[in-house]
């Protein structure tokens, strides 16, 4: 099942995914233009196709070994991330493309990311680990702090999950990264928060079990490397997260948007309608 796939077998009109939490607390007023507006996006970071196109050839390599046939060919993930970035950009054209030092064009994207996945294809070891399922659509009701179900489900998407050799689960989230994630980083990540919520809550561990999670960063340098960030996610963690997640949607209700400069302005796809705001 591919990953926009999975996203439509949500049936519930009532959901909310981490990623949508994130955007949220990150800029509420992006929230707005592009979930309650839908607004046409005014420009498109290349960092958007290129993570579609890296996590449809590391889908590729993946299912692969989960379905039991041999590991696939490095060409055959090559082939994927271009065929997938190429259709992304035709997909979006006419919008101008926000391009970056490491990816100045379209060419220079895929020499990039073909670095990169090449760089992943020679140092990934799975040895000790199963691979249980790939791109894993999960949901599960919201809870409040009296442990009350609310009308909401959040629902996420897990990259891959693993079992590792003491029969544990292990979440796995792909990153494209122009700099190494540092252990904080990797701790406070609230979309893992969110993962080890929908994994604890279908049963993948203990309900009140810390959840082995890792970062498998892929790193965008002159010579890319692969580098994976161990972290844990405890029943406290999730907790937070559920309390979080119900104040977001209390915001929504209201009606709260409010335009939140950061690092990420650089990226956004309405900075000139913030402008106006």
């Not at 990150?26 to 890296?54: D, Q, W």
């Not at 701790?187 to 082995?212: D, I, R, W």
Request: charged share 20%.
């Amino acid at each position: 099942m591919s990953r926009n796939q999975a996203l439509t077998s949500f049936s519930q009109d009532l959901y909310v995914s981490s990623s949508k939490i994130f955007t949220y607390l990150n800029c509420s007023l992006k929230y707005r233009f592009h979930y309650v507006e839908k607004r046409k996006p005014e420009r498109l970071s290349i960092a958007l196709p290129f993570g579609t196109a890296m996590h449809a050839s590391l889908e590729l390599f993946y299912r692969s070994l989960k379905d039991g046939r041999n590991k696939e060919p490095l060409n055959a993930l090559l082939e994927t991330f271009e065929a997938v970035l190429s259709m992304e950009l035709e997909k979006n054209a006419g919008t101008p493309v926000i391009w970056k030092k490491n990816t100045p064009d379209q060419a220079g994207a895929i020499t990039m990311g073909k670095s990169m996945l090449t760089a992943f294809y020679e140092s990934i070891d799975l040895s000790g680990y199963a691979v249980v399922d790939v791109e894993l659509p999960l949901s599960a009701p919201l809870y409040t702090d009296d442990g009350l179900p609310t009308e909401f489900m959040l629902v996420g998407i897990l990259d891959l999950l693993l079992m590792d050799e003491n029969s544990e689960a292990v979440i796995v989230d792909n990153k494209t990264l122009a700099q190494p994630m540092s252990q904080q980083a990797a701790s406070e990540n609230l979309q893992m928060h969110g993962y080890s919520y929908l994994c604890a809550a279908n049963k993948y561990v203990f309900p009140t079990a810390p959840v082995k999670c890792r970062f498998d960063v892929l790193l965008k340098l002159k010579t890319p490397k692969l580098e994976h960030v161990n972290t844990l996610r405890t029943a406290q963690d999730r907790k937070r997260f559920a309390k979080i997640a119900n104040a977001v949607l209390a915001g929504i209700d209201a009606s709260i948007y409010m335009p939140q400069p950061n690092w990420m302005c650089s990226d956004c796809s309405y900075s000139d309608a913030c402008k106006t705001f």
